[in-house]
Nanobody, 123 residues
Framework: QVQLVESGGGLVQAGGSLRLSCAAS????????MGWFRQAPGKEREFVAF????????GYADSVKGRFTISRDNAKNTLYLQMNSLKPEDTAVYYC????????????????WGQGTQVTVSS
C-alpha cells in the first residue's frame, strides 16, 4: 500500500493557474502508475490525467487536454498536476491515486487514494 497526500488546492479566478502536488510514502513510488481524478458535488468521480511508472506515457481527459499537465518526480516521491487556464467547471475535489502495473482512466481500478484537495474556480 502507498500513502498519498494531496496539496496545492485553493480558490482561483477563471483563467488562473494552480499546481497540485501528491506526496507518496510507504511502498516504492516508482512501482506505481498514477492518476488524478476529480469529483464535483452530486457528480461521479471522473478521470483527469494519468502517468506511467517512468513518466513516459501520459493521458488526459478531453476536457483538460492542452490546459493541464501531469508529471512525476520519482526521486522526490511526488506527483504533480499543473493546471492552467482554469474554468469554473474545473471546480471539484481533486484526488491522486495509485495502481499497478499501468495507468488507466477508470477510477475503480486504482487501489490507493489520497484524501483530496479542493479546487474552486470563480467566474
Amino acid at each position: 500500500q502507498v500513502q498519498l497526500v494531496e496539496s496545492g488546492g485553493g480558490l482561483v479566478q477563471a483563467g488562473g493557474s494552480l499546481r497540485l502536488s501528491c506526496a507518496a510514502s510507504g511502498r516504492t513510488f516508482s512501482n506505481y502508475a498514477m492518476g488524478w481524478f476529480r469529483q464535483a458535488p452530486g457528480k461521479e468521480r471522473e478521470f483527469v490525467a494519468f502517468i506511467s511508472l517512468n513518466g513516459e506515457t501520459t493521458g488526459y481527459a478531453d476536457s483538460v487536454k492542452g490546459r493541464f499537465t501531469i508529471s512525476r518526480d520519482n526521486a522526490k516521491n511526488t506527483l504533480y498536476l499543473q493546471m492552467n487556464s482554469l474554468k469554473p467547471e474545473d471546480t471539484a475535489v481533486y484526488y491522486c491515486a495509485a495502481r499497478r502495473p499501468g495507468p488507466h482512466t477508470d477510477y475503480r481500478l486504482y487501489t490507493d487514494w489520497g484524501q483530496g484537495t479542493q479546487v474552486t474556480v470563480s467566474s
